[in-house]
């Protein structure tokens, strides 16, 4: 950790000593940039970041959610997007505990910035998208959940490119239908930044409004109706520029707008605080910062009433900023001032109450270096850091929230991990097809039909994701998650050997080919893991390939289909809650060819959900039927050279899928 530096602040020519944070922030990201927008925390008590990464995901920037524990451990990590620019700049839990965000994603057609809305479930997963475009372009920067249950955002508009932008009000419902919109227009740029809604269940919306004549920006502040009609409109400004960034509006009614303002105060740029009456007028206003380039970017309320503030505080002279939070009180009186100024250029771009102070989340980078990562800070009451003992998982680990509690009568839930090794750290042992198989049977449970299970959860886990601590957490977490009603798909599709003693161990793309026992998974130990999960397991192996002669350079004996199938037995008689699976039966080879694209076993998998295995033409695939398809498929594409393997079904002919 760098050293701490104390600076003195001046608010309205009062001195008052800003107390460094004692702990250094925790940073999550990649080797590129990745830049956090919103923070907030769960019913759960746990804490949700958004924003976006270009270290990982698809596309040249994808949206980033990561969830973390109080500890600020990571639980999982969600990344959302196509092959351009996609990003979130909100996100909320809603009242059935699902997970909405908007922001924006450019279209890969047109290049337009398009306005995203998505929702997911609470552990991640895609439940819908909707992008909004209409050969403009659009925004969305803030969301709210209204008090009856549908959802108001705000952003821009903007009919061309390098048109003026107005500033943009929707309203839409839980399966994001637009019910009505609104635009706030006028003559030069308007943008909405945040909204909330009063106690009579108007929305006040706040951002900034530029005139083309003056090149100036003063405040914007707009009533909207609940039904979308505007009530009033007024502007906030003085000589210089003046932006809102964040809006809050108390249980009592009380309205507050933080962002910052280049007319008053200190610097080139200080932090501001304006307190409204319910018309929209002043009833005060407080600026905040030294000499330099201060702001504020977000906000929440403290327990008295009044407002804690996080932005960027940047000395004159200084090439970094510093992340920093202001507490002032009802009157706007600051009560302390904290900023962190070590080795490490931050900014902070939201705030939420804690249970011992607050949370801060923001950006933060370490000094000399150009990438952004996503970064934490907890602070007590009194402003002071105290860290957060946090590990970042690395990408891919999903660690679940503790097991909720459901009813006994409720619908199962579906739990699929699939878990594919086609690029080993060691080339000379790759397969050709087994990252397809783990991607394409995850597809298809994710486009399954609703009606059968109360919610689905997928993860895939190919090549460099499928390490040996990874797939191990993984699997150890979910475990830790499932309903005794649940069903969980597992599926591994990689290399096995047999360690010393004839015990069956698959392996993960990190395994070491001098001593492949210890460094891959022993599958006595996966059934362990597995087996904790009271639900039902259905295991699905295929871990014999036919491959090259470098197979036989691995220290340890290739696995064959005979010990793979004892060890499938021994896991269903120890657990009468799983079913095992197997790609191949006796002496048999599990084949892959590039005709199919696939493995035998993996291609006969995903025809017998597309419908091959609906036999009785109900559109549901059971237990049996996808037993029946897969073993008569695997059969003619091998012309009769692989037989997959069942060795003991203790729970019967259940449902497994969904067709639309």
């Known amino acids: 950790m760098g050293t701490a530096v104390r600076h003195l602040l001046f608010v309205n020519a009062c001195i008052w000593a800003a107390s460094s944070l004692y702990a250094q922030p925790y940073l999550y990201g990649g080797p590129e940039d990745d830049r956090p927008s919103v923070l ?85 997963n895609f439940l819908w998208s909707h992008e909004l475009n209409n050969n403009d372009e659009r925004e969305l920067k803030s969301v709210i959940q209204l008090r009856s249950g549908d959802f108001a955002a705000v952003g821009l508009i903007r009919s061309q490119p390098k048109a ?54 003063d405040v914007l502040l707009a009533m909207i109706s609940r039904t979308g009609e505007e009530i009033w409109r007024k502007k906030w400004g003085k000589s210089g520029n003046e932006v809102a960034n964040k809006v809050l509006i108390s249980r009592e009614g009380e309205m507050t707008v933080v962002g910052w303002t280049s007319s008053e105060g200190n610097g080139s740029l200080d932090g501001l605080i304006i307190r409204l009456q319910t018309d929209g007028t002043e009833k005060w206003h407080q600026t905040y910062g030294g000499a330099g380039k201060d702001a ?33 009180d009802q009157l706007g009186k600051p009560r302390w001032s904290s900023f962190f100024n070590g080795d490490l250029a931050a900014i902070g771009k939201s705030v939420v109450a804690d249970a011992n102070g607050w949370a801060v989340a923001g950006e933060g980078r370490k000094k000399g270096k150009d990438d952004f990562d996503y970064m934490l800070q907890r602070v007590d009451f009194r402003g002071k850091g105290t860290g957060w003992l946090s590990t970042q998982v690395a990408p891919g680990v999903t660690k679940l929230p503790p097991r909720p509690v459901v009813s006994a009568n409720a619908l199962p839930a579906l739990w699929v991990t699939t878990v594919g090794v086609s690029e080993f750290q060691e080339s000379a042992y790759n397969l050709k097809y087994a990252n397809q198989d783990a991607f394409a049977l995850k597809f298809e449970f994710d486009n399954m039909a609703p009606g059968m299970f109360r919610e689905v959860n997928t993860l895939c886990l190919a090549d460099d994701q ?46 070491d080919p001098n001593h492949p026992e210890e460094t891959g998974w022993q599958f006595a130990d996966l059934s362990l893991t597995w087996g904790k999960a009271p639900a039902r397991k259905l295991v699905l192996l295929d871990a014999c390939h036919s491959g090259g002669s470098s197979q036989n350079w691995l220290s340890a004996s290739l696995a064959n289909p005979a010990s793979l199938n004892a060890a499938a037995t021994t896991a ?34 995903v025809e017998a959900l597309r419908g091959g295995a609906d036999y009785n033409g109900d559109r549901k695939i059971s237990l049996y039927e996808m037993n029946l398809y897969v073993i008569e498929r695997v059969q003619a594409l091998t012309q009769g050279r692989q037989h997959p393997y069942t060795p003991i079904n203790l729970f019967g002919n259940i449902p497994i899928y969904q067709m639309r």
């Open 572 to 605: 269903a008689v120890k657990d009468g809650r799983i079913t095992v699976m197997t790609s191949s039966s006796s002496e048999e080879y599990s084949y892959e060819q590039s005709a199919w694209g696939h493995s035998a076993f993996g291609l006969a998998l």
């Open 466 to 511: 499928a390490s040996r601590a990874r797939v191990t957490y993984v699997l150890d977490s979910i475990a830790a998650l499932v309903q005794p009603q649940d069903l969980w798909v597992i599926y591994f599709s990689t290399h096995g050997v047999l360690d010393d003693l004839g015990n069956l161990v698959l392996l993960p793309h990190d395994f």
């Open 296 to 328: 504020f970017y977000g906000a929440c309320f403290t327990p008295e009433g009044g407002v804690v503030a996080t932005g960027q505080y940047q000395p004159v002279g200084s090439p970094d900023p510093a992340c920093w939070l202001v507490n002032a």
């Open 164 to 217: 003026a932008a107005d500033a943009w009000v929707i309203c839409f419902n839980k399966s994001g239908d637009i019910l009505w919109e609104k635009i706030i227009g006028g003559y030069g740029q308007q943008q909405a930044n945040s909204l909330a809604e009063t106690p009579e269940g108007n929305m006040l919306v706040a951002g900034y409004q530029q005139s083309d004549t003056v090149n100036k920006a």
């Open 40 to 124: 907030i925390k769960s019913a759960q008590g746990d804490y949700l970041m958004a924003g976006y990464t270009h270290s990982y995901g698809s596309g040249k920037s994808d949206l980033w959610m990561l969830r973390l524990d109080t500890d600020g451990d990571e639980r999982w990590r969600d990344y959302e997007g196509g092959t351009e620019n996609d990003w979130a700049n909100d996100l909320l839990e809603t009242d059935q505990g699902n997970l909405l965000l908007v922001g924006a994603k450019i279209n890969a057609q047109s290049k337009h910035r398009q306005a995203w809305i998505l929702l997911t479930n609470r552990v991640g």
